[in-house]
Nanobody, 123 residues
Framework: QVQLVESGGGLVQAGGSLRLSCAASGRTFSTDTLGWFRQAPGKERQFVARIRWNANTYYADSVKGRFTISRGYANRIVDLQMNSLKPEDTAVYYC?????????????????WGQGTQVTVSS
């Protein structure tokens, strides 16, 4: 059974940093595209960042220059370093995996999802 589990969320003041991690089990993810999405209260889930198997990365404009996605090792498959956090970054953050390894920021292209971790940024 494939399982993704996010960690590292919490409460931080504006301007602060958090590092999210995603641990996975049940299959290998070395050729997957790995992504981070987020969902704020009352809003649809939106793309944040993704990284392909060859380390090619892509970011949403709203986080570009502040967030960095990286592939991990062993069962920690992907991290998201978040700097200069803003109150509008407050959301539940999800890691996800696309086994086809595509260049995609589309939610529907990602087959495997974690349960999410809450990030709250206070002003």
């Amino acid at each position: 059974q494939v399982q993704l589990v996010e960690s590292g969320g919490g409460l931080v003041q504006a301007g602060g940093s958090l590092r999210l991690s995603c641990a996975a089990s049940g299959r290998t993810f070395s050729t997957d595209t790995l992504g981070w999405f987020r969902q704020a209260p009352g809003k649809e889930r939106q793309f944040v960042a993704r990284i392909r198997w060859n380390a090619n990365t892509y970011y949403a404009d709203s986080v570009k220059g502040r967030f960095t996605i990286s592939r991990g090792y062993a069962n920690r498959i992907v991290d998201l370093q978040m700097n200069s956090l803003k109150p509008e970054d407050t959301a539940v953050y999800y890691c996800a995996s696309d086994p086809r390894g595509r260049y995609s920021s589309m939610e529907n292209d990602y087959n495997y999802w974690g349960q999410g971790t809450q990030v709250t940024v206070s002003s």
